[in-house]
């Protein structure tokens, strides 16, 4: 869980992005659209693609790779980039099954028809390491009962609703297929019906900073690991817009760190931990040139 002190920095940074937002909402939609390739990069990496970061990026520009890859990892990236498009345009109605079935169908269209948009059935288990998803005989009602139990907001504050269904959802892998990307993409729809924007979960530190909860979670149904995970990604998301739209100039944080005085490894440090308002862009920190640090 996270405390006080994190949750009113959040909300002051919120007030800070709603105010800097207005007429700009476009501007705000251009930005998400850029994050694309990022985010279906990281999302189908932490599922083990072999695509990189570039790779991505040409495949969704439309081009050709030039070297040999899976077809199916040229539609996963397709697929996840169209899907992720379309929840910007989604309402702000409540989560249903009917919702969450039709975007895995989407994610899964022309890579395996016979099991996109449905949960799993009959003798369908799954085993993801030595975690086995729950009887394919209970799927649904499972799935119902975390739907109900988010939008009945069992649980009060909003980040930790959406770690705990994230969690509770992994848990079950109702899905043959397309669970930790359905997951995530759910996480950001969750974000942005609550006003935020989405959040990148980073392949790099997957093993060390996600994968982790999830067995922790299994074992004990703490979700608060993900709650502060998330904290931090929104924290970043908020700050990349409010310097975009602020910022006289974005710079690297290492180029940051020499001009301030600052040690990299501080520096670093600092925006891990989101003390400084950087954020990630194709993988490298960044920072508005003019920002000042405190004397800490």
């Known amino acids: 869980m996270i405390n006080q002190t994190t949750k009113d920095k959040i909300q002051a940074l919120h007030r800070q992005y709603l105010n800097v937002a207005k007429g700009n909402e476009s501007v705000l939609k251009e930005i998400t659209l850029s994050e694309i390739p990022e985010m279906v990069y990281n999302s189908n990496a932490i599922e083990n693609s072999t695509l990189s970061l570039e790779d991505t990026e040409k495949i969704l520009a439309g081009g050709i790779l030039d070297r040999k890859v899976n077809v199916r990892e040229i539609y996963e990236a397709k697929n996840l980039a169209k899907l992720t498009e379309s929840l910007l345009e989604k309402d702000n109605s409540l989560l249903n099954i009917k919702l969450i079935l039709s975007l895995h169908n989407a994610l899964l269209t022309d890579i395996d028809d016979t099991i996109a948009g449905r949960f799993r059935v009959g003798k369908e288990w ?48 109702p899905f043959v297929d397309g669970n930790g990307r359905m997951g995530r993409v759910l996480i950001n729809l969750q974000l942005m019906h609550a006003g935020f924007p989405p959040i990148i979960i980073q392949n790099k530190s997957k093993h ?75 993988e490298k920190w960044m920072i508005s040139e003019e920002f000042m640090p405190k004397n800490d």
């Open 208 to 282: 060390k900073e996600y994968y982790a909860l999830f067995t922790q979670y299994q074992s004990t149904l703490k979700f608060g690991g993900f709650t502060e995970l998330f904290a931090l990604l929104v924290q970043e998301s908020l700050n990349k817009r409010i310097s975009i739209l602020t910022a006289k100039k974005i710079i690297p944080l290492a180029q940051w760190a020499s001009q301030k005085g600052v040690k990299p490894n501080v520096a670093a440090n600092k925006a891990k931990r989101q003390s400084i308002p950087a954020f990630r862009l194709r």
């Open 126 to 173: 799954v085993r993801v390491g030595n975690h086995l998803g729950a009887n394919p005989r209970f799927v649904p009602i499972l799935m119902q009962e975390l739907v109900d139990h988010y939008n009945q907001r069992k649980i009060s504050y909003f980040l930790d609703a959406v770690a705990h269904f994230h969690a509770e959802l992994e848990t079950i892998h």
